[in-house]
């Protein structure tokens, strides 16, 4: 069982940016895939960026590409995703997932795949 919680949501001035956090619980983090994704009032939760337990390889969606950064730090069992640039298009709920990962070259960009999911924190980019 892994428990993640969110951090580092709020209120940000297009352009500014922001750090988010996502703490686990339990001492098996390491083996986990990690994944951030969003959800806009009334729309669906979209991929964002995902990071293998490795913390090698990462993926992007293309909105955020070169705006977001995805890390990890195993030691402290966190995930973290820095946000810059942002915009108002970035106004959403941010969740952090974890998926069980047999490689350190593995990523998901699915959030069905997903084991645990976060609360999520709220992003929000006034213009």
């Known amino acids: 069982q892994v428990q993640l919680v969110e951090s580092g949501g709020g209120l940000v001035q297009a352009g500014g940016s922001l750090r988010l956090s996502c703490a686990a619980s339990?001492?098996?983090?390491?083996?986990?895939?990690m994944g951030w994704f969003r959800q806009a009032p009334g729309k669906e939760r979209e991929f964002v960026a995902a990071?293998?337990?490795?913390?090698?390889?990462?993926y992007y969606a293309d909105s955020v590409k070169g705006r977001f950064t995805i890390s990890r730090d195993n030691a402290k069992n966190t995930a973290y995703l820095q946000m810059n640039s942002l915009a108002s298009k970035d106004t959403a709920v941010y969740y952090c997932g974890a998926k069980r990962a047999y490689s350190g070259t593995t990523y998901y960009v699915s959030g069905n795949l997903y084991d645990y999911w976060g609360q999520g924190t709220q992003v929000t980019v006034s213009s």
């Open positions: 990071i293998s337990w490795s913390g090698d390889y990462k």
């Open positions: 339990g001492r098996t983090f390491s083996s986990y895939a």
